[in-house]
T-cell receptor, first 112, second 116 residues
Framework: QKEVEQDPGPLSVPEGAIVSLNCTYS??????FMWYRQYSRKGPELLMY????GNKEDGRFTAQVDKSSKYISLFIRDSQPSDSATYLC????????????FGSGTRLSIRP | NAGVTQTPKFQVLKTGQSMTLQCAQD?????MSWYRQDPGMGLRLIHY???????DQGEVPNGYNVSRSTTEDFPLRLLSAAPSQTSVYFC???????????????FGPGTRLLVL
C-alpha cells in the first residue's frame, strides 16, 4: 500500500466552478501537508502548506487537513483556465525532515 | 538567482550505458533530492542529501548512485541504464525550515530520459 493515495483524474470542470482535490495517507507521523502545482513539462511548485489539522486559506485556494481521518483536501474557488495543471499532494514528518512523500497527482482541466 | 538547474534537458541512452544527470542550486540550500516521475506514479524519491558529504536512499534507489561533494551540486549517476529507467527526473532543493514552517522545496525543470 502506498503511503499517500491520490486520485489521478483527469478532472474536467467549467470555468468558475469549485474544485475539490483530495488525498489520503496511512502514516500518522506526517505533520506537514503540502500542495504542489505542476504545469505541463515543468517542475512542481509549492502552492501552499498546512501544519497538522485545520484549514488554511490563500486567495482562491483553501487547504484542509483532517488527521483523524488521514484525509487532506484542496479547494479552488472561482476556477480559471490558468488553474489547469496537475496538482500533487505531499507530506513530511516535521519541518526539518528532508524526505517528502508525494501523491501521484490529479490532472485538472478548467474548460472556458 | 538561477534557482535549481538541471542538465541535460533530454537524453537518449542505450541499455547498459552509463550517464550522469547534473543538478546545481545557487540558493545555499542544505537539502537536495532526486525524484523520478512516471505516469500514474507521481514523484518518487530516489536519493536525498541533507548536506555536503551526507546522502541517503529514498524509495527507489536501485540502479542509481549519488554524491554530494559541495553544497551546490548533487549529480545522479545511472550505472547501467535499463528501459525501466525511462522517466522524467527532477532535482529539488530546500532549506531545513523552522518549527511550524517547513522549508520550501524548489524543483528544477527536469531531465527527460529515454532508455532504448
Amino acid at each position: 500500500q502506498k503511503e499517500v493515495e491520490q486520485d489521478p483524474g483527469p478532472l474536467s470542470v467549467p470555468e468558475g466552478a469549485i474544485v475539490s482535490l483530495n488525498c489520503t495517507y496511512s502514516n500518522s507521523a506526517f505533520q506537514y501537508f503540502m500542495w504542489y502545482r505542476q504545469y505541463s513539462r515543468k517542475g512542481p511548485e509549492l502552492l501552499m502548506y498546512t501544519y497538522s489539522s485545520g484549514n488554511k486559506e490563500d486567495g482562491r485556494f483553501t487547504a484542509q487537513v483532517d488527521k483523524s481521518s488521514k484525509y487532506i483536501s484542496l479547494f479552488i474557488r472561482d476556477s480559471q483556465p490558468s488553474d489547469s495543471a496537475t496538482y500533487l499532494c505531499a507530506m513530511r514528518r516535521d519541518s526539518s525532515a528532508s524526505k517528502i512523500i508525494f501523491g501521484s497527482g490529479t490532472r485538472l482541466s478548467i474548460r472556458p | 538567482n538561477a534557482g535549481v538547474t538541471q542538465t541535460p534537458k533530454f537524453q537518449v541512452l542505450k541499455t547498459g550505458q552509463s550517464m550522469t544527470l547534473q543538478c546545481a542550486q545557487d540558493m545555499n540550500h542544505e537539502y537536495m533530492s532526486w525524484y523520478r516521475q512516471d505516469p500514474g506514479m507521481g514523484l518518487r524519491l530516489i536519493h536525498y542529501s541533507v548536506g555536503a558529504g551526507i546522502t541517503d536512499q529514498g524509495e527507489v534507489p536501485n540502479g542509481y548512485n549519488v554524491s554530494r561533494s559541495t553544497t551546490e551540486d548533487f549529480p545522479l549517476r545511472l550505472l547501467s541504464a535499463a528501459p525501466s529507467q525511462t522517466s522524467v527526473y527532477f532535482c529539488a532543493s530546500s532549506s531545513p525550515g523552522t518549527s511550524g514552517a517547513p522549508g520550501t522545496q524548489y524543483f528544477g525543470p527536469g531531465t527527460r530520459l529515454l532508455v532504448l
